[in-house]
């Protein structure tokens, strides 16, 4: 345009110049004028050939340029949501690298959030197995991605409940044409097992502090007593309003018209989209045309953004050295700096006395009170660590691992913060409730403060397949522990007195960590378990947030700039692949290990929940060999 205008200036001034005369100078100089005329008609074709040369020059280089100039080319990242997510830190070596973690997930959106180069991301939700807080997690960083400017597409083939409340958090919904949205509210599931036990003559010996605590119910019941099924009531009505507030805010709906789809469920991807729950129907193979910016545009989209590449290259000496090193989680070690730490510390699993445990297959955890301990002082001791934060996801355990690892936060000279996960009650509420400020999700199971208590007595079991035992005794109690007779009444009134003693200590270090009367905790006490929303009306927590506000409120209360960079200590260490398989264990545990192992791959053959309830046998096993603890209703199902 430029060139243009000084070519036009150009002939402007030429025609503005002395050729152009007046009547007047024509009549007075004829002869002038006429010989002023003939270099007129020379100089003007000279202008007009300027002109068009400069024209064509234009043309030709505007041509030139389209010539060479590409097609823009779109950068999006592609991410599978799939898996359990696990808090703990990956595993070291091979399974960790195949695994992902919550917050290596977390630091994928991270990266696309502040990556220049990216248009956005499309994610393919493949049914996660996510708790309510996890849930949040996901849905907090898809919204900090698209803050940033950034487009997120969600994909889903069939989605359950959970994997639609992800994909709303995005900016489209897209299913393929024979897709079905199973989006249909919550159901809870609790087995009782009494009947069972009954048909085997196995006697469940069951005592508790607290009406609502009702870990022990599946065991000596055969349904939910009034208070277990008043409090289940409870979280499942601020699930399911979460739920509702959700969805009707991300699609632009009240809360009434999505309860009105939900009761309609389920649909298929035509009459969902009808409904407006959601924007698309396309397969696969069209992801790419929908998330072009133009026809001229070119879309690159990156497969597994943001995660971390396995070197698989094992070739020569020192790649088998390589592969045995990540077969057996041997880490390269890291140079110890002098940096300005924050500390994660990750309590995940049912808590037990001794050290921590690991599933290397089922990735399933145990919270060891020696292996948190240590964790805990590691990070008081170290001075370059500023602050701590603990991230805990456990139904309880032991109520004296849970005492211990209490007390070893109590002497944190630091800023110490927790945050919550899917669930922290009972035990998971003991270890934490002397922190500096507690955060949880808004689906966060918390509470539980009470204790319970008892054992399986086998006797009938043992006569009906001819097992006899012979019993010598001394001292009035010495039955209390004994896995084959059930409670004498003198053996009751002690363990009864006992589990009071605790309860009341359980009640007045939560008093005194929530700077609360004791009555008035009490009262919100007797087992009772809530949602993070309930807890936080409720005074029983701080802060209704994810682990990045803890990390940011830790940040705070250590003096530090919101932006100050600070290395990341996560502890504890997680076992190793190699440690979880063969040691430390004597011949009969690894033995009762494989045995165990072996039957539950059989039984989760026939049905995933066969499986789980073994599982939640084998728990009740474990704490069996302690007198009392604190624990929530475990394996409950909300579907």
């Known amino acids: 345009m430029m060139r243009r205008f000084v070519v036009g200036a150009l002939v402007c001034a030429t025609l503005s110049g002395p050729l152009m005369l007046n009547a007047e100078e024509k009549a007075a100089a004829p002869a002038a004028v006429k010989k002023e005329e003939k270099p007129k008609t020379e100089t003007k074709p000279k202008a007009d050939e300027k002109k068009s040369d400069d024209k064509k020059s234009e043309e030709k280089k505007t041509e030139d340029a389209a010539k060479t100039e590409k097609p823009k080319t779109l950068h999006w990242g592609h991410i599978e949501i799939k898996g359990s997510y696990p808090e703990h830190t990956a595993l070291p070596g091979l399974f960790g690298e195949l695994s992902e973690s919550l917050s290596d997930c977390l630091a994928r959106f991270d990266k696309a959030a502040t990556d220049d180069t990216l248009q956005g991301l499309v994610l393919r939700i493949e049914s996660p197995h996510v708790g309510w807080a996890k849930l949040n997690e996901i849905r907090t960083a898809i919204a900090k991605v698209r803050k940033a400017g950034k487009k997120v597409f969600a994909y889903i083939d069939d989605g359950a409940t959970m994997d639609y409340l992800i994909a709303v958090a995005c900016d489209e919904v897209v299913m393929p044409e024979p897709g079905s949205l199973m989006f249909l509210g919550l159901r809870a599931e609790v087995s009782f097992y009494k009947n069972l036990f009954d048909k085997l003559d196995v006697k469940a010996e069951m005592l508790r502090v607290g009406e609502y605590k009702s870990a022990a119910e599946p065991y000596s019941r055969t349904e939910m007593s009034k208070e277990f099924r008043e409090e289940m009531e409870s979280v499942l009505d601020s699930y399911f309003s979460q739920m509702k507030q959700i969805v009707a805010d991300a699609r632009k709906q009240t809360p009434e018209k999505v309860e009105e789809a939900i009761n309609a469920g389920p649909f298929t991807s035509a009459k969902a989209k009808e409904l407006g729950l959601i924007d698309r129907i396309a397969y696969p193979d069209e992801l790419e045309s929908l998330v072009k910016g133009g026809p001229d545009s070119k879309v690159k989209i990156t497969k597994k953004y943001g995660k971390k590449k396995l070197d698989t290259d094992f070739s020569g000496f020192t790649g088998m050295v390589k592969f045995m090193d990540l077969l057996m989680g041997i880490e390269q070690p890291k140079r110890k700096t002098f940096n300005s730490k924050l500390a994660i510390i990750n309590a995940v699993g049912p808590i037990m006395t001794g050290n921590s445990s690991s599933d290397t297959f089922s990735g399933e955890t145990t919270i060891g009170s020696e292996t948190l301990c240590k964790a805990i002082r590691q990070a008081n001791e170290d001075a370059t660590v500023k602050a701590i934060v603990m991230r805990v996801d456990s139904p309880g355990g032991s109520a004296l691992a849970s005492d211990l690892m209490w007390r070893e936060l109590e002497l944190v000279q630091k800023p110490f913060v927790i945050s919550m996960g899917d669930v922290a009650a009972s035990g ?212």
Request: glycine fraction near 10%.
């Open 428 to 639: 998971g509420y003991y270890i934490a409730m002397g922190a500096d400020k507690i955060f949880a999700e808004p689906g966060t199971i918390t509470g539980s403060i009470g204790v319970v208590g008892g054992k399986l007595a086998t006797q009938g079991l043992f006569d009906k397949i001819g097992i006899n035992t012979s019993i010598i005794t001394r001292g009035k109690n010495a039955g209390v522990m004994s896995m084959t007779t059930p409670f004498t009444e003198s053996e009751r009134v002690a363990m009864q007195a006992m589990m009071n003693d605790i309860y009341k200590q359980f009640t007045t270090k939560a008093a005194t960590g929530r700077k609360m009367d004791h009555e008035k905790l009490e009262k919100l006490a007797r087992g009772r378990i809530y949602t993070g929303l309930q807890a936080k009306e409720l005074g029983l927590i701080d802060e209704i947030g994810t682990l990045a506000d803890a990390i940011a409120a830790a940040k705070k209360l250590a003096g530090l700039k919101p932006d100050e960079k600070l290395e990341r200590l996560e502890l504890p260490k997680p076992v190793s692949p190699f440690e979880s398989l063969f040691g430390p264990l004597d011949a009969s545990a690894k033995m009762q290990a494989a045995q165990t192992q072996w039957l539950r791959t059989k039984l989760g053959e026939i049905s995933p929940e066969l499986q789980q309830h073994l599982g939640a046998m084998e728990i009740f096993t474990q704490l069996a060999k302690e007198p009392r603890w604190v624990l929530m209703p475990f394996r409950i199902s909300v579907k």
